[in-house]
């Protein structure tokens, strides 16, 4: 399915990243730049994350002990977080650990401009739910600014600012058909991008999806035109998207069968594990003689991406597959348990965050 324009806001599974990475201006994220930073981590050593934009100044930063911040954000759109979600806080996690200072916003304004969801709503789901399960995932509570773009004045007034560095023609190349709360949230995005090196120039990582790379963009568009501050260029990763249980498109809440949702409930999670599409033959006797196709297996992904640890247990698992020597319903098996016992304990960890959240640093302006 060829894509022309991706959208920040829609649910489309993208099927050849290649094309995302010479169509919008990304590098490819590959054994060169890997082997750039120590102790890679899941997502980097599989090369879920696929694509980067100026990543070598981070490699550079971590290597020299040099400064350097991460930026990620909370849409606080309803009290569940999905796959993809985790995926960014290991990314964050994984900076974070490597002397970087993570930052962390709300987009309360977002979520009021694109959304409808009050300023009040929004921080009550925020600190009820969003930043608790965001260190329950693996952030440090005590190394992680936390900030509501509500109260970050410093981001309003870059927002306007940069509001005269874009023209709606260039607004609507990016990102299509926008409205006006559209464009605002986009400002305030570049604005929150931009926020730690308000005070210092520093190489910054944002860690998204693709869908999110038009921001990226936009943003570098603007520092590149805009020189007051001196910024220096945003950093970036991209990682693929997690597919749909049924293989169909990117997981997304408005197909409730087909999404993982965080939290669920460990018994119905592992209940979707065994109705999740695989790539088996059509019969047993099939999958033993041709073998199977763990390439367009989603079992088999979630194992890559957010499963299986261990290297070399997930090699033996697609050998085995290749050669038919393990049948679809052992895989679906496994992960019903290893998505149960995720669930579980993402529970507990949740429940201890909720506990401890006068050790989070709710950054005041």
Excluded at 18 to 24: F, T
Excluded at 302 to 318: A, G, R, T
Aim: proline residues 5%; contains cysteine; glycine residues 6%.
């Amino acid at each position: 399915m060829a894509i022309e324009r991706i959208d920040p806001w829609g649910s489309v599974l993208i099927e050849d990243y290649q094309k995302i990475i010479e169509s919008y201006g990304m590098e490819p994220f590959n054994e060169k730049i890997l082997k750039k930073f120590p102790k890679p981590n899941r997502l980097m050593r599989r090369f879920v994350v696929f694509g980067h934009q100026d990543l070598d100044r981070i490699a550079d930063a971590i290597k020299n002990k040099k400064e350097f911040a991460i930026l990620t954000g909370i849409m606080p759109s309803s009290e569940k977080l999905h796959l993809g979600n985790k995926m960014v806080v290991e990314m964050v996690k994984y900076f974070q650990e490597q002397g970087g200072e993570a930052n962390v916003l709300v987009a309360d304004l977002e979520a009021l401009a694109t959304r409808d969801i009050s300023l009040e709503e929004a921080e009550k789901r925020a600190m009820n739910f969003h930043i608790p399960a965001y260190i329950a995932l693996g952030l440090d509570p005590k190394k992680t600014n936390f900030y509501f773009q509500s109260k970050n004045k410093i981001v309003r007034d870059l927002a306007y600012e940069f509001s005269t560095k874009l023209t709606l023609n260039e607004f609507r190349a990016i990102y299509g058909d926008l409205n006006a709360g559209k464009i605002i949230s986009v400002l305030t995005q570049i604005g929150d991008i931009l926020y730690p090196q308000v005070k210092k120039s520093k190489p910054v990582v944002v860690p998204v999806g693709p869908d999110q790379s038009p921001h990226l963009r936009a943003c570098r568009d603007v520092v590149r035109r805009y020189k007051k501050y001196n910024f220096i260029l945003p950093s970036a990763t991209y990682h693929k998207y997690t597919p749909s249980l049924d293989g169909s498109m990117k997981m997304s809440k408005s197909q409730p069968n087909s999404y993982i949702s965080i939290p669920e409930d460990p018994e119905e999670v592992a209940k979707k594990m065994l109705i999740t599409k695989t790539g088996g033959q059509k019969t047993i006797e099939e999958q033993k003689k041709l073998g199977g196709k763990p390439e367009e297996c989603v079992i088999f992904e979630l194992f890559k991406q957010h499963l299986i640890e261990d290297d070399d247990e997930l090699n033996e698992i697609y050998e085995k597959c290749k050669q038919g020597k393990i049948m679809c319903g052992e895989c679906k098996k496994k992960a019903a348990e290893l998505m149960k016992k995720f669930m579980e304990d993402f529970n507990k960890k949740f429940k201890k965050a909720k506990e401890e959240m006068n050790k989070v640093n709710i950054m005041k302006f």
